[in-house]
């Protein structure tokens, strides 16, 4: 069973840095892209980074690129996802997502991704 637990999040004030871990289990992890997402209320879930699973190739959304790196750690089954310069509109519920086969073109859309974790809260107070 796949299982993906986040953790790291908290309240944080406007720029300052967060950093997001999310352990994996279940799963040969170094075949797997991992990625990020977050979801504000009412919002839809937004992509924030992916990193591949051959290569390590790294991806970022558009409202975090320049501010935020993913990297991973095949040795401890890992993701993490560094966050600086936070706003207040980076609130959010954050979500570690795992997919064995998705395509480039594919890693903004999480309807791509077969595993999910539960989340962790990140707040950003102004």
């Known amino acids: 069973q796949v299982q993906l637990v986040e953790s790291g999040g908290g309240l944080v004030q406007a720029g300052g840095s967060l950093r997001l871990s999310c352990a994996a289990s279940?799963?040969?992890?170094?075949?797997?892209?991992m990625a990020w997402f977050r979801q504000a209320p009412g919002k839809e879930r937004e992509f924030v980074a992916a990193?591949?699973?051959?290569?390590?190739?790294?991806h970022y959304g558009t409202s975090v690129k320049g501010r935020s790196s993913i990297s991973r750690d095949n040795s401890k089954n890992t993701v993490y996802l560094q966050m600086n310069g936070l706003r207040p509109e980076d609130t959010a519920a954050y979500f570690c997502?795992?997919?064995?086969?998705?395509?480039?073109?594919?890693?903004?859309?999480?309807?791509?991704?077969?595993?999910w974790g539960q989340g962790t809260q990140v707040t950003v107070s102004s």
């Open positions: 279940g799963l040969t992890f170094r075949q797997y892209t």
């Open positions: 990193i591949r699973a051959n290569g390590g190739s790294t």
């Open positions: 997502a795992a997919d064995r086969g998705i395509i480039l073109s594919s890693l903004p859309n999480p309807r791509q991704y077969e595993h």
